[in-house]
């Protein structure tokens, strides 16, 4: 079954305690990208990726680490997270193609920073 | 950057009757896309229609483009109680740029059985 699969699903951290979200997708897609969901806020991108070992960053990076060293893994990395990162995140990825970039999303994770 | 945004914010109808949402923009765009997301989960793709399309039809969704007010309209015909969820559009830019989509806040839809 093609797929954007997060892990974890659920995460409850303490101020500082450096901790990695995890997104695979098996098909071979180029594009990857984390959003971040806030209430009255909407999605915004933190970084994106075009390809392997190309990152770059979105609307709101700070705070934030990713990599990209193999096409269907885009890890993301909070060095030391603080209580304005809880939040929704979601992994999605696109084959970039002529067809536009329809995005497929991940179930999402939702960080919890105490 | 440039964003979508959706008008209402809420909207609360009937079971059966049609729901009609707006989103605006500000720069011009490649395509428009709308997405739903059932409550606390990921989005899903539900249409898309480029810069050169004035209409698109799937199923029991229509969605209308006019570029040159900026905007864009989601029609979904016959409402179920299934459709309750909340509902973007999210703009692909044409400045060549190659960040993705900018999403709009949302529309959340709720369907009265």
């Known amino acids: 079954e093609a797929q954007v699969t997060q892990n974890p699903r659920y995460l409850i951290t303490v101020t500082g305690k450096k901790l990695t979200v995890t997104c695979s997708q098996n098909?071979?897609?180029?594009?990857m990208s984390w959003y971040r969901q806030d209430p009255g806020l909407g999605l915004r991108q933190i970084y994106y990726s075009m390809n392997v070992e190309v990152t770059d960053k979105g609307d709101v990076p700070e705070g934030y680490k990713v990599s990209r060293k193999e096409k269907r893994n885009f890890p993301l990395i909070l060095e030391s997270p603080s209580p304005n990162q809880t939040s929704l995140y979601f992994c999605a990825s696109s084959p970039l193609n002529l067809a536009g970039n329809i995005q497929y999303f991940g179930a999402g994770t939702r960080l919890s920073v105490l | 950057s440039q964003q979508g945004e959706e008008d209402p914010q809420a909207l609360s109808i009937q079971e059966g009757e049609n729901a009609t949402m707006n989103c605006s923009y500000k720069t011009s765009i490649n395509n428009l896309q709308w997405y739903r997301q059932n409550s606390g989960r990921g989005l899903v793709h539900l249409i898309l229609?480029?810069?050169?399309?004035r209409e698109k039809h799937s199923g029991r969704l229509r969605v209308t483009l006019d570029t040159s007010k900026k905007s864009s309209s989601l029609l979904i015909t016959a409402s179920r109680a299934a459709d309750t969820a909340s509902y973007f559009c999210a703009t692909d830019g044409s400045g060549g740029g190659a960040d993705g989509l900018t999403f709009g806040k949302g529309t959340h839809l709720i369907i009265q059985p």
């Open positions: 098909m071979n897609h180029e594009y």
């Open positions: 229609i480029r810069s050169n399309e």
